[in-house]
């Protein structure tokens, strides 16, 4: 019932992002000694922002609307091979990751209250439609 809310699926597929963010920094951060660790990240604002803009923001009524452009939009966990920050291979970096956590923190935070504010127009709706 909540994912058929657009909005609020959307809302959902952020919580869940951030908390898997928060878990992969969590492990970055216990693997900052560890010779050869390669960090991860989490990607998925960026990839609803483009499935936003690839369907032209026009919503799928039928599963079989918009085959092509439709994308089932979830949070990847991507592995940076990219750089090294030390000579034993590790590319940890811990003010990179402090700023992520605390970017993350925000994020989730304002996810928290888009999420509380649907329930609090629902409830408002629910009990007004009462009268």
Not at 7 to 17: E, F, N, R, S
Not at 48 to 69: I, R
Not at 87 to 116: C, H, K, P, S
């Amino acid at each position: 019932m909540l994912n058929s809310d657009g909005i609020m699926g959307d809302l959902i597929k952020g919580l869940t992002a951030s908390a898997l963010r928060q878990r992969v920094i969590a492990h970055n951060l216990a693997n900052f000694n560890t010779p050869g660790f390669k960090r991860f990240a989490v990607s998925f604002e960026d990839q609803l922002s483009l499935a936003k803009q690839h369907n032209g923001g026009l919503k799928c009524t039928h599963p079989a609307h918009l085959d092509e452009t439709r994308q089932e939009i979830a949070p990847k966990v991507k592995r940076d091979n990219s750089t090294t920050r030390r000579l034993d291979g590790n590319n940890v970096d811990l003010e990179t990751e402090m700023v992520d956590l605390v970017t993350n923190q925000l994020r989730y935070n304002a996810y928290v209250q888009q999420v509380n504010s649907r329930f609090s127009q629902w409830r408002y709706v629910i009990n007004e439609g009462r009268r």
